[in-house]
Structures are given as structure tokens and as C-alpha cells.
């Protein structure tokens, strides 16, 4: 299974600082003269593939092996477009590194056997670079490039394609290993119960499990920080000079935004399955969210749903968690499971205000919960037991966090999971 290690590098010189700033600054220069050209042709109706060999033209800066990492990657972007574009979505062609005048996104990619990565008590990786940098920096024909490795490598095994990449946000030098993990590292699950997850507009995963387990991940502070800082890059996107469409200040917002929705998500996604695994969860179902934003009218959970959640990258991340437990994610229709009844089934009848579920024949209950555990009946194809107190965790910019019991209940209709022990008192209750 692929995994990535994710950890900063650190110059151990102010020269050695700027010459990997300039060599970051060459590869960007590099992907958006190859990209200039391909975009050209290709809106002139040409063909992309047929560009002038940009590899020899940097090859003294960047080295051979990583001038050709930055073209392939350039290559593989613009297949992907083609492949998307030929499914009928609506996708632009690949975008370009930033510009001189606003500022190039830095970053670039080395080829996996031009690297060597050591770890222990003094980590570090070593990278190559061409000539004239050499000579510029004053480093020997077969030197390279040392940097100092901050943080612990999560995973070892056969080592990828190495990304660097600047965050100017913080002055930080990011990198990003990918690897081939053995599958003997993945476990398998406990049991073959189901849980079913209801991605929602204000609590951004409720999952219902077979066993009777309630998780709800509230959202609307994470959201209303997302959307503060969309507010502030339209609001400086407005003054920008005619002609100009970014500027750094801009992007490194947009850089902060992603930054912490993914942090969010990457700690709710392990959060997760660290809970699901010991219930003996070995199925996640999922629903799809495909054609949603096409269709619903309201405007804002559309931001929530697809700008906030970024739902294709959601699963991936989601995916490769579950695979390290042994637990597989599907991802099902979940048409009507928001307006159907749990309890009856009713669909036309019922109604929604906030979070709470009502309907006819007397359930009440949180409406994404009871979406979950809708959706998680039709794909298990049979009733879901007596329902737990729902489990409610809230962010605090590090880790989620369960919140005390709210007066809400999640169905005053089901019977409540009993805690209390045969002599009366209170089970221990620990997080998992």
C-alpha cells in the first residue's frame, strides 16, 4: 500500500537557504515555460505534446534527473486533464506556478533513486543540484545538497518521487515522501460490522455503526474560519489592479485555508478509525455526493460541501486510513436519506429544522444522525440495533475532542445504551 511521510527540511546555512530557494524558483520557472507552450497549442488546437526540449535548457540549474521529474510531472498533469476532459467534466487545463510578479509557488520534485534519506539522531536528506548552482554556492562537482530533517518519518519501505515545497506563510521547507508500505503492516478487522458516514453541511461526519454507535464531528467553527478567510481573499482579489488576479498575499491565504481544512480532516479521518476498529467495523460505507452541487439550491452548504470538503481528496484520505485497519470504504448512493424516516420509512412528510428530525408518526432525532442511520440500514439491508448516546467531538485547531453529553438527544424513541454496572455504578467510560 502507498503511503507519505511529511516532514520539514531545514538548510543548515543561509547560502544553503537561498540556493534551494533558487532551485525551487528554477523548477517553477521551468513547469510554467513547458506549461505556456502546452496551453498554447493546445488552444491554438494543436498538439500539447509537441514542445521544444525544455530539459536542456535548465539541465546546468536543476540537473538532469530533476529536470526531466518536473517535465514528467507537467506531462502527467495534462494527461489527466485530457482524461477528465474526455469523461465530460468540466475542468480547465493545467494552471501555471505563480509569475515573477506576484511571486512563483516554489517547490519541485526528485527522482526516488537521486535522493538519500537517513534517519536517527542526526536526519538528513541530501538532494542534487546542477552545475551553476554548484558554482554559484561554492559547493564541489560531486557535492550535494544537505538538509537537516525535522520531525519523525511515520513510514518506511520502498521510497517515491521526493516533493519540496516552500510555505512562505511560515518560511518553511516542506517535504513529501511517498512509499510502498509492505502489506503485512495493514491489520484486520476485529469483527464484520458496518458503519455508515452522512457527510453534512454543519457537522461535517455523522456516522451510525451496526453495533449501535453515534460519532458526530461538529463543523460550523471550522467552517465559519474557512469562510472567514474566502471572505478576506475576495475582499483583497477586489482591489487588485486590472490585469492581476493574485497577489502573495492572496495566495498565502489560500495556502492557510487548505492548510488547516486539511489538518482537520487528516486528525477526523484517524480519529475515526481508531474508534470504528475496536467496534469490529470492516465496512464504511460512504455517500456519494456526485451531482449534488449541480442541485441543491442552497448556496452555502454547496461551499460547505464541496469548496470546505474537497469530497474527492476526503475519500482518498479517508480510503488509505481505513486500509492501514483492514476496513474498506465504499461509496453508495444516498439518495433520500436525509428526508426518510428511520423509524417508518415516511419521505414526504417529514420535515427539518437545524439539526433536528421530525416526522408524523413521532420519531424525533438529530437529522444527520438519522440520515446515517438510514443510509447504513439500506446498504446493511436490515435493522440497526438500540442506539448509544451519540459521541460528539468538536475541533480545537489540534486534535477533535468529545464534547459533554448534550441535552439533545440523538432519538428520544430508542432506548438508551445502559452504562451503569449491576452494582450501580457508573461504567468507566475510555476513549478508544
Known sequence: MRRTNTFVVRPLSDDDKQLLRDLLDASASLWNELNYDRRQQFFDGDSVWDTADYRKKYVDVLGSATAQQIIR????AWRSFFAA????????????????????ELRTYIRNDQYTLETGKRSRVEIPVGHELKD???????????LEVCGTLKWDGEQGRLEIQYDETDDTFRAFQPVTVPDSRQDSPLASHEAA??????????CTTTTGQHYLYEGRDLFDRFRETTEEIARLQSKLREGRY?????????????????????ALVRDLMERLYPDGVATVYVGDLTGVLSTHWCAEVNAKTHQFWAFRAFIERLSHTAEEYGITVEVRSEANTTRTCPACGERDETERDGDVFRCPCGYEGHADLSASRTFLERQAGEPVRSMARPVRLTWDDHIWSELPHSPERANPNEERTNRSTGDGKLASVGTV
Open 73 to 76: 510531472k507537467n506531462k502527467s
Open 85 to 104: 476532459h474526455e469523461t465530460g467534466e468540466n475542468t480547465a487545463p493545467p494552471g501555471y506556478w505563480g509569475n515573477e510578479d506576484d511571486g512563483r
Open 136 to 146: 554559484e554556492y561554492g559547493l564541489g562537482y560531486y557535492d550535494r545538497l544537505r
Open 197 to 206: 458516514l452522512d457527510v453534512g453541511a454543519n457537522n461535517l461526519v455523522a
Open 246 to 266: 493574485s497577489s502573495q498575499r492572496i495566495r498565502r491565504l489560500y495556502r492557510t485555508r487548505t492548510r488547516r481544512r486539511d489538518h482537520a480532516q487528516d
